[in-house]
């Protein structure tokens, strides 16, 4: 039986990044593990402990360990451990992370409590104002928030390096960019949406220069998938860049 320190601890986690692997390897969200495992050999694997014993631990780490509760006094998890690899989705949070939330800020919070209704995710938020409040939308699943005040506003710091750093470091699946600029460096699969092209089509917001025509739609070429909100925003994205045809699609905003 395992201490909770020590050699025989580094043996679980190493079963456990074990099995993570050959889930990933086979494509696999759900792994069942046959044998009676002590109670505390998986609470090591899943890597969560007792809610009282780690007062930091993230929100995350509570949903998965009262889940595991649920599943023992089911008598589901006498034999066999089911374990789910819950998708973690990063998001460019900014729209959240500020005094007053407006428009971008409700279409950030209806995505996370839609998706939250329809499927098991993990959320990890980013903003870049810690000295603003984060508006953390009700009944959501949100794991982490991260709000990283970066220097160099002025060539876009935040979003072109700590964004995709901190995915990197929280091993998210996917970075969604939601407030229609990205960063060029994308080491995990990353979406953007794409509200509109006002910032193409005038020089009022953004202004001409290399970060607007040149750094995002480098970006918008290396990345996973792009979202738009309408069939005619989905025009006016393929009149400035027809080859992202294949990479664009419409998800219209709920009613």
């Known amino acids: 039986r ?20 050959a889930a990933l390897q086979r494509g696999c969200r759900v ?10 050999v998986v609470e090591l694997m899943l890597n969560i402990e007792h809610p009282h014993a780690d007062a930091a631990a993230d929100d995350g780490d509570l949903q998965r ?9 089911e008598g589901a ?9 819950l998708m973690r989705i990063g998001l460019d949070a900014r729209g959240l992370n500020t ?14 409590v839609e998706v939250g209704r329809r499927h098991e995710v993990e959320w990890y938020c980013y903003g870049n104002r810690p000295d603003q409040p984060f508006h953390r939308p009700e009944g959501s699943t949100i794991s982490r928030a991260t709000l990283t005040d970066t220097p160099g506003n002025r060539f876009h710091a935040w979003e072109q390096l700590t964004l995709p750093y901190q995915a990197k470091r929280d091993k ?4 969604h960019c ?3 600029t990205m ?36 970006a918008f070429a290396r990345c996973a998938a792009i979202v738009t909100i309408s069939h005619s925003s989905q025009r006016d994205i393929l009149r400035h860049w027809p080859h992202l045809r294949d990479k664009v699609h419409v998800v219209h905003h709920g009613i």
């Open 31 to 40: 792994v069942t593990l046959v044998a009676p495992l002590p109670v505390r």
């Open 172 to 175: 998210v699946d996917v970075l």
């Open 99 to 112: 005094r007053f939330v407006r428009g971008m800020g409700e279409y950030i919070e209806k995505l996370i």
């Open 178 to 180: 939601t407030m229609t």
């Open 2 to 21: 395992p201490q909770d320190h020590g050699p025989a601890r580094d043996g679980v986690q190493h079963l456990r990044q074990a099995v993570e692997r």
């Open 77 to 85: 998890m006498d034999m066999t451990l089911a374990w789910r690899a």
């Open 65 to 73: 360990y009262q889940r595991w509760q649920q599943l023992m006094q």
């Open 183 to 218: 960063p060029w460096w994308q080491p995990v699969p990353t979406v953007v949406t794409i509200h509109d092209t006002v910032q193409w089509n005038t020089d009022e917001d953004m202004g001409p220069g290399f970060y607007r025509d040149r750094l995002l739609p480098s």
